[in-house]
């Protein structure tokens, strides 16, 4: 029964914003790193360019996408009032809210993979027209390595913004959420114990203690699947 729920949710985002969404974040932070490297006039280490990607990414883009992604699936239904439709169908609860979940899950997945292709793209622009040239080379599997643990730690922000999302008809509530942590995780960067803070755990990637890297992952992977266990709990007693 999960299957129908799953495939009505991937045909809902044909020609939809949260598509567009997905496509636009990432090149908006390749597109913003050449930008950045053209303006340099020294050679470019290809490398340190790849990897700076998914240092912007986790501290900022990936928060504020995620945040607007949920708004955009979740107003998929809450726009039309369609829960009154969808939770009187069979094996609704809690089928259609793991299926927006997984879905979810699969287009910040889908990011990760188009900002590496990104990055990839950039290196070629660079190598070819930067005036000053371009040193070293890239570690692709490195790159796709840092993105996809990324990807992980960010479940469990991911899964608190579509449960706000989804629990709330206004948009306000969950932009407002959204907003809100990426901003706290802004100021709070550097801080002793910022690394805990989901909104900054797919930075602990990124970090030179591999005790942090592995905190990250475990509280963004398994507190993702806890915060989506208990959205699960929560929302499938909501009334159609």
Partial sequence: M????LFAEILKLRRSLALMLCVAAPACVAVLGTVIAFDRKTPVLLNNFAIGGPGIWSFVMLPLAVTALSVLMAQMEHGSRNWNHLLTL??????????????????????????????????????????????????????AQILALMTVCSALVAMLQLWVALAYRSFVVPL????????????????AKAAWFPWLLATDVLATRPEIRQMGLLLGGVGGLVVLAAMLAHLSRREA
């Fill in 90 to 143: 069979p094996r609704a609860r809690p089928n259609a809210f793991l299926a927006k979940a997984i879905v979810m899950l699969g287009l910040v997945a889908m990011m990760s993979a188009l900002l590496w292709a990104f990055m990839l793209v950039g290196v070629a622009v660079l190598t070819i027209l930067h005036p000053a040239g371009v040193i070293g080379a890239v570690d692709v599997a490195r790159l």
């Fill in 2 to 5: 999960l299957h129908r729920y």
């Fill in 176 to 191: 407002v959420f959204g907003i809100g942590g990426t901003f706290v995780a802004i100021s709070t960067i550097g801080a």
